[in-house]
Every structure is written in structure tokens, then in C-alpha cells.
């Protein structure tokens, strides 16, 4: 069976790998998929989103990246999948996730979404905080893979 794992991945973070490595050892095919959504304003542009998750994921054969723009729900059903994965960190997470999973389901109920618990090591862990770290030069080095690292001195968030 195959998934697609959905998400902004501004940058990627040891977080959401910790979640594609344990979806891709569950799943025959694990479709990562980053959300082109030219009204927010992101660090990394789309392509550059994809190349550093497809950099951190070379080794993953059955892992997959794309991008998507709409509705996740219509993405979904045009791959011809019917589960959606997402990450849980903590309480703060479940309450939109809910409503996503909610109204999703409510969109198209073929359409499941599973839950993976991040683990413990990466519950404190996101993209907004990572940024939030590397704009007053703190240590992101445990947080994400050594391109997204780079990837952020080139943009000269971190020396
Ligand atoms: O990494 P994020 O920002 O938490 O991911 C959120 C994402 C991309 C999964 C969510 O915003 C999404 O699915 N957007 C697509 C638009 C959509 O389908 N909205 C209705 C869902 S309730």
C-alpha cells in the first residue's frame, strides 16, 4: 500500500525523517508531499524544499517526492491513494490535526489519515522552531541533515 506523507517541509527536520523512516519500513511506497501554497511565505522555495528532501532521503527506495497545490484530499485520489500520514508531537498538535483529519475525511471518505507519535527525541522539534534557532546563530546541527544546514548558511540565516 502506498501513502502520502503531507506537510511544509520549510525545512525538512529530523523530525519529519524520523516519520518517513518509520512510514517507508510500514508501507510498500511512501509519497512525501510538499505543499505549494504561494500565499505563505516560506524560506525555501518549493524546488528547494524538494531537492533537500530528496537529498536526506537519497538512500530510501521507496520513498517518493512531490509536490502538490489545492486540496490535499483531491492530490490524494489523483495518485489513486486512499491513507494519509501525519505526525503527532504532542497535545498542542492534536487539535488541528483532528479538525484537518475531520475535514478531509469529511472531503472524501475513502480518504483515512494515520497517525505516527514522533519520537520522544524529535517531540520538540519543527521547522518554525529550527529557523527560529539558526536566525540567532544557535546550533541546529542535531535538528536537521547537514544539507538543510547549509542550505541555510547559503540563505545566511546561520554563519
Ligand atoms: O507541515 P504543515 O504546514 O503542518 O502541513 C499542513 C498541510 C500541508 C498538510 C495542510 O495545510 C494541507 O493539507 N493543505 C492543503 C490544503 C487542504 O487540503 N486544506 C484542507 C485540509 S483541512
Known amino acids: 500500500m502506498a501513502v502520502v506523507y503531507p506537510g511544509s517541509f520549510d525545512p525538512v527536520t ?5 516519520i518517513i523512516k518509520r512510514s517507508r519500513r510500514k508501507f510498500d511506497k511512501v509519497i512525501v508531499a510538499v505543499l ?3 500565499s505563505k511565505k516560506a524560506l525555501f522555495s518549493v524546488e528547494e524544499r524538494i ?3 530528496k537529498k536526506a532521503t537519497k538512500n530510501m527506495d521507496n520513498v517518493e517526492i512531490d509536490c502538490f497545490t489545492g486540496l490535499l484530499v483531491d492530490y490524494v485520489k489523483g495518485k489513486d491513494i486512499s491513507m494519509i500520514i501525519k505526525g503527532l508531537r504532542a497535545v498542542s498538535d492534536f487539535e488541528y490535526e483532528l479538525q484537518m483529519a475531520l475535514m478531509n475525511n469529511r472531503l472524501n471518505t475513502d480518504i483515512e489519515t494515520f497517525f505516527l507519535m514522533t519520537g520522544s527525541e524529535y517531540s520538540f522539534l519543527s521547522s518554525s522552531l529550527v529557523k527560529e534557532v539558526a536566525k540567532f546563530d544557535g546550533d541546529i546541527s542535531q535538528l536537521v ?3 538543510v544546514e547549509l542550505a541555510m548558511k547559503e540563505k545566511n540565516l546561520i554563519k
Open 14 to 18: 529530523y523530525g519529519h525523517l524520523d
Open 36 to 38: 505549494n501554497n504561494p
Open 51 to 53: 531537492e533537500l528532501l
Open 145 to 147: 541533515p547537514k544539507e
